[in-house]
């Protein structure tokens, strides 16, 4: 049920003189408590009204406290649930005749009424951005709070029909870029950190690099993921080689390989929504149609779970080539898919585990997570298709001589290519 503090509350009430003293609407809506808000929200059909009243819920919570945020959350988990007294009842409405509507009373009672509330705080300019950021919010709450489970799956929901990829946009992203997305590159690489405005200066300017990022209409100047590319004139090996300030940049024409060296997720509001396939193929998409000579399609990826998973084996590989192909190509998860999330993303696009290299990457993050190893998935377009599909099906993949040739010949799972 809502929660009123002020007896004979109406919204009506709220907007009475709406043209004539929009200050006092302003008084007004200051007066009233988050949940008053929100039932106001929810009580107007007028767009104008939902407009107002939906940047005064989005500005409550963002000038709140963690505190603030909390009572907000317990709001929704107790006053906008489920009626599950109405759900019963529709079930068994619709027992009784399958018609067109008992279904669409049916359908409205599986819906919490807090996903109404989240479409019209949607609908406001940054409304999208905000419920991306609650739902980090939430999600960063979760451990805590078991409950709060329920609004993330409801989120999830939402923004994953709202982030389609279809309505994803590809730019690419140059030192010409406007400053403000240029700073939030700097703040989201999330792999090899970006030390300040020169190293980024090197990893868009020069002509053997690329940057390209996700946007969507809803987000216009924020990417949603964004991956950097390194043009070379073979597989590369080592990251610190990749990103040393002394590099020396070669004939354009002698590049013929695109290395994705780094991917970021920027959002951890939109975790478990999947954009990095889509990105990956659009670049190859664009990089063969600007740049022919260019062939070879690999990443340069790290192995963050490389070292805890030797150092909890019985007796440790002290090979750390051996170590990193063995897991690479045999470690899995319970459901049989592998152990590693960098393996499982690049294996599930349709990547072929091409090659593993040792003293990659000497950055803390590196030597902690690997050793310093690293590894390269291969992405041949004619077989992308394919082997995503098999990764799909039975988690098959295919697994290239240069790590076969690492694994001792009785560990051996993967098939070869």
């Known amino acids: 049920m809502p929660i009123f503090n002020a007896p004979g509350f109406n919204?009506?009430?709220?907007?009475?003189?709406?043209?004539?003293?929009?200050?006092?609407?302003?008084?007004?809506?200051?007066?009233?408590?988050?949940?008053?808000?929100?039932?106001?929200?929810?009580?107007?059909?007028?767009?104008?009204?939902?407009?107002?009243?939906?940047?005064?819920?989005?500005?409550?919570?963002?000038?709140?406290?963690?505190?603030?945020?909390?009572?907000?959350?317990?709001?929704?988990?107790?006053?906008?649930?489920?009626?599950?007294?109405?759900?019963?009842?529709?079930?068994d409405a619709y027992r009784e005749t399958a018609e067109a509507a008992p279904y669409a009373t049916l359908m409205r009672a599986t819906e919490p009424r807090r996903k109404e509330l989240f479409r019209r705080l949607a609908a406001v300019k940054g409304g999208a951005a905000c419920l991306v950021k609650i739902r980090e919010d939430i999600r960063r709450d979760m451990r805590d709070k078991p409950a709060l489970g329920r609004l993330d799956q409801d989120l999830h929901h939402l923004l994953s029909s709202w982030f389609n990829r279809g309505f994803l946009e590809l730019r690419a992203i140059s030192w010409e870029s406007p400053a403000h997305v240029l700073e939030k590159i700097i703040a989201y690489e999330a792999v090899h950190s970006i030390r300040d405005w020169d190293d980024l200066r090197r990893r868009l300017q020069p002509h053997d690099r690329r940057c390209y990022g996700f946007f969507h209409p809803r987000m216009p100047d924020d990417p949603i993921i964004f991956v950097e590319v390194a043009l070379t004139p073979e597989i590369p090996g080592s990251v610190d080689a990749l990103l040393s300030d002394s590099r020396e940049l070669g004939d354009a024409s002698a590049l013929t390989t695109a290395a994705f060296y780094s991917i970021s997720n920027c959002h951890a509001g939109l975790a478990g929504i999947s954009f990095g396939n889509a990105l990956i193929k659009r670049v190859v998409r664009d990089l063969s149609a600007e740049l022919p000579q260019i062939k070879t399609f690999v990443t340069l990826s790290p192995i963050p779970g490389l070292r805890r998973w030797n150092?909890?084996?019985d007796t440790p590989i002290d090979d750390v080539g051996r170590a990193a192909a063995t897991y690479l190509a045999t470690a899995k998860r319970e459901a049989g898919d592998p152990l590693d999330p960098v393996a499982r993303f690049h294996l599930g696009n349709g990547a072929m585990l091409h090659a593993v290299h040792m003293d990659a990457n000497s950055s803390d993050a590196g030597q902690s997570q690997s050793y310093g190893a690293m590894v390269n998935y291969l992405y041949e377009p004619d077989r992308v298709d394919e082997r995503s599909d098999r990764y799909t099906m039975e988690y098959g993949f295919d697994v290239g001589s240069k790590v076969q040739a690492h694994i001792p010949r009785q560990t051996r799972r993967g098939k070869s290519a």
């Open 311 to 313: 150092e909890a084996q």
């Open 11 to 91: 919204v009506s009430d709220i907007f009475a003189g709406w043209f004539d003293r929009r200050q006092d609407v302003k008084t007004r809506l200051a007066r009233l408590s988050l949940p008053e808000l929100i039932e106001a929200l929810m009580a107007t059909a007028s767009e104008t009204q939902q407009a107002t009243l939906a940047r005064a819920v989005l500005l409550r919570y963002h000038h709140g406290d963690p505190d603030q945020h909390h009572a907000f959350f317990d709001y929704l988990l107790e006053h906008m649930d489920l009626d599950t007294d109405l759900l019963a009842s529709a079930v």
